[in-house]
Antibody, heavy 122, light 110 residues
């Protein structure tokens, strides 16, 4: 079964860092691009960052550029999101999502994890 | 930046046809993908590349894209189709690639 499971969320003070992880199973992880997408309470979907299969292409939303780093370890079938300088507006449910194809910048996201919640509060 | 505009809500009776639009500048030149999100659940891909359906998605779900408007069409709407629907495109700007989501449309089946 194709599966994504996020972890690392929690409550964190403003300005502090947080590292999210996503463990993949059931497919050839190193064949596909991956993404982080977040959803603030009661709001819509917001793409955070994406990374190609070989980490050769990476993209960030303007809202997190300079504060976020997406990375992957294909040997561990894992995706990561390092967030620094967290703000109240980063409070959201963070989803890990699999790209449907191998070419970065073309495809849809065909598998999503259940998400991990990040709350930024003093 | 590139903006996708969706109507906040669409309401209709069971058995009717829902048409959810996604407007963007020359969106017809892009591939549009659609996701369904039910309360408390992760999004599910229902249409990709304008009009293709992933396996397991009913034929009642279809898509089209032309000019400045992409449309997700759901025929014979059922109560189980009640959800938020989001469109998605990729946008290139200054050699950077971005995923753009529409604001979402809440489908209510009366």
């Amino acid at each position: 079964e194709v599966q994504l499971v996020e972890s690392g969320g929690g409550e964190v003070q403003p300005g502090r860092p947080l590292r999210l992880s996503c463990e993949a199973s059931g497919f050839s992880f190193d064949d596909y691009g991956m993404h982080w997408v977040r959803q603030a309470p009661g709001k819509g979907l917001e793409w955070v960052a994406g990374i190609s299969w070989n980490s050769g292409r990476i993209g960030y939303a303007d809202s997190v550029k300079g504060r976020a780093t997406i990375s992957r370890d294909n040997a561990k079938n894992s995706l990561y999101l390092q967030m620094n300088g967290l703000r109240a507006e980063d409070t959201a449910l963070y989803y890990c999502a699999k790209d449907r194809g191998t070419i970065f910048g073309v495809y849809s996201m065909d598998v999503w994890g259940p998400g991990t919640t990040v709350i930024v509060s003093s | 930046s590139y903006v996708l505009t969706q109507p906040p809500s669409v309401s209709l009776a069971p058995g009717q046809t829902a048409r959810i639009t996604c407007e963007g500048n020359k969106i017809g030149s892009k591939s549009v993908h659609w996701y369904q999100q039910k309360p408390g659940q992760a999004p599910v891909l229902v249409v990709y590349n304008d009009s293709d359906r992933p396996s397991g998605i009913p034929e009642r779900f279809s898509g089209s894209n032309s000019g400045n408007t992409a449309t997700l069409t759901i025929t014979r709407v059922e109560s189980g189709d009640e959800a938020d629907y989001y469109c998605h495109v990729w946008h290139s700007s200054d050699d950077h690639l971005y995923v753009i989501f529409g604001g979402g449309t809440k489908l209510t089946v009366l």
